[in-house]
């Protein structure tokens, strides 16, 4: 019969065995964190249809969207987790309870050309606070404290969450006059770690017909460094004469100080000027982390503050505050920078290995192994013993119980540390309590 | 501006708060339990190419496939976990360590009519062991052990995994000179259930060109019921001699005996000679299972052994066993029969509340919480005490700590328990240890 290759779409990540279960650990930490600060779960479709995914959308999402027909419906995946959580609470609105904490880590997809570091297929691990009406700045403030979390847990060395909020800029702009440019502008400070400030200046006041003085002014504001407290300082010395502008510093400076109170280290979350999240859709706080380990580039885990969340789909408003941490390229830069590296190819702790073929006593062992809380694999195959020392060796199981006529008569085993080789003739208690350590 | 009505296509299922938690509470047991076993996490894309999900297909379920075009490439969704592990074996056998057992748990789509039951995207929860060239009958033992303890945990009553082999049935039609027409004869049986014996003695003398005594023989094997002993003697009784009928009765005697060792009781692990499992992809042991509780219809777990996973991929043998259970069917039945009811709509185990607005030492008392292993929400709104308490009360958390004057100055909560109405001023500690129970 002739074969069909085996083989996937480029930009979609598979793992081998022991790479899936270190990619689970994150994952796992990060779900676990969520609820930790009583984030409910929420898994929405993969399909959604078209008209929904479309509804608030940029051109250039547009072409990603993987779209198709069945019957007469016009579906597609989703290419984020925001639309599906708008168009949940538009639908769902009379039986959620406001705020509205929920936490979605699921697959999303970008039909875009594949290359380094970007996927077709990738996890998204969002939260977002949703409010009914309003939503106090508490929230906003509570973000960063899960992702400080989350990223301690994480132990991948340092990290910054770089914070800032729209409104002061919004504020400056519209202090110069220019406020229905805005988006311009920021599209193209966004610009600045790549093309440099001559640059921006340039086009600021090529394509935002910006005046000479007011682009220096921008400029000059964008360049503001310091400490948290020093750039306050800076932002009021500006003397800018705009509600706006004032309301922006004083919700960043409410934010930071009950970000503290929440627990978060005051070096790991640093006000940052420059970054704005080029999407219009971001209303004041907003967010981005950055590790220090310089072999992860880029913003890691992104979000900010919304007006208003479902406004294509309800006349209700929901503003909302939320944050994504893109795991599935986070993963692939630890992995192959070699930040970090793959353990056991197994989740079972000790692996029971019969000498001869397997007799009721392994299988007994084995379950009573799991029934002390030990996940543990039998060896099912009728090899020879080395054959199955070799296969423990591969899967890089930590523990082997290896069990003869010796240990069936005595009703024990023998526990090998597959670490040290060292082995001991122990009941199964025993073993468990080794194994478990 | 004109609104999008928000809503999913049918045969999909979302679901709210409370609901999903207890969707997560069911589908952390399979998890955990598939880990406690061994099995390593498999997560392969939910898009693959067409050419892999039509290489080994029946017309039926390729009607039902999402297939979509994205430039070039002609891609679909994954209609089943089992197809994805076939190509993943044959991609990546050389990396992969045998026996490979590994787990899934994802969604898998098939755009059918949508009915009562019947969803269009759906949680499988897949376990399967394979081997390269050979696979031991112990694993055919193995899966059960894992099933009892899944639906054990479940704690939803009684069950009954039903088991089989299909070499008795090939045997016997073998035996009456039948074999090429075996699958034909399999369908049939399967419909005993519904048609009844006399229609399916029928079925077979016109459908199949059976002799009317053969047809009988085979009504009367069919019906053969009793304990597993009682019908293992009544097979043997039959004196058939044919050596796949033989070797049939010897693997099902040896797989119930090897199950027993690994704790499965007796009288969950029954024989059940009817259970054919239509697909022709299985070769030796089947499996059903079955609840006792009248509200929950059909198999809600299945599987088997099948000579070669991977044939339309490779030319190695990669004989294997598992067993399928379909998570979100069984779900929605328990959930929409009432079998099982909603809890709270939040993982938190307590809220604290300010009794004005939020005040610092309310932000740390719920990182105090949480460092405590608590998970904690803050209520974070600028709203009446009472509308505090009414939130509490519609996310069903079981505790509220309150902070007022008097408990900020004595650096301690008052402690509701929602359940009983009881409060008492206790410091966080204390409070964590009566939460956490």
Chains 1, 2 share one sequence.
Do not use: H, W
């Amino acid at each position: 019969m002739a074969k069909v290759t085996p083989k996937i779409q480029s930009g979609f990540m598979e793992l081998l065995p022991a790479e899936q279960i270190l990619f689970d650990k994150y994952r796992k930490i990060i779900q676990e964190t969520f609820e930790e600060y009583g984030f409910v779960p929420q898994d929405t479709p993969i399909v959604e249809n078209a008209n929904i995914l479309f509804a608030q959308i940029g051109e250039d999402t547009k072409k990603e969207i993987y779209r198709f027909a069945k019957g007469d419906d016009d579906l597609g995946l989703r290419f984020d987790l925001t639309v599906p959580l708008a168009r949940y609470v538009a639908m769902y609105s009379n039986s959620l309870t406001f705020p509205f904490r929920r936490y979605q880590i699921g697959k999303a997809f970008r039909g875009e050309r594949p290359q380094r570091g970007r996927f077709r297929e990738f996890y998204m691990c969002d939260i977002d606070i949703i409010g009914n009406g309003s939503l106090s700045l508490v929230n906003d403030a509570e973000i960063p404290a899960v992702i400080y979390q989350v990223f301690k847990k994480f132990d991948l060395g340092e990290f910054v969450i770089r914070i800032n909020n729209r409104k002061i800029l919004n504020g400056l702009v519209d202090s110069l006059g220019l406020l229905e440019k805005v988006s311009e502008v920021l599209r193209i400070i966004d610009k600045l770690g790549k093309v440099g400030q001559e640059t921006v200046r340039q086009m600021l006041i090529e394509n935002v017909a910006m005046k000479a003085p007011d682009a220096d002014k921008i400029i000059e504001f964008v360049k503001i460094v310091g400490t948290n407290k020093q750039i306050i300082e800076k932002l009021e010395a500006l003397d800018i004469n705009n509600e706006m502008f004032a309301n922006g510093i004083n919700e960043l400076k409410e934010v930071l100080e009950k970000a503290i109170s929440f627990g978060v280290p005051e070096k790991n979350l640093q006000i940052d000027l420059s970054i704005a999240r080029g999407l219009s859709y971001y209303t004041g706080t907003v967010y981005e982390t950055i590790m220090a380990d310089e072999r992860i580039m880029g913003s890691v885990c992104g979000g900010g503050r919304y007006d208003n969340l479902a406004e294509s789909f309800s006349d209700q408003s929901f503003p909302g505050v939320g944050i994504s941490l893109g795991l599935t390229r986070l993963f692939s830069q630890l992995l192959s920078d070699g930040v970090i590296v793959t353990g056991a190819a197994t989740p079972a702790k000790v692996l029971v290995v019969p000498m001869e073929t397997s007799t009721p006593f392994a299988m007994e062992v084995a379950g009573q192994f799991r029934e002390l809380g030990v996940p543990t694999e039998l060896y099912t195959e009728d090899d020879k013993f080395k054959k199955k020392l070799i296969y423990a060796n591969k899967i890089g199981v930590p523990y082997v119980a290896i069990i003869g006529e010796d240990e069936i008569n005595k009703k024990k085993v023998a526990l090998k540390n597959m670490a040290t080789g060292k082995q001991e003739l122990v009941d199964v208690k025993t073993a468990a309590k080794k194994v478990l350590g």
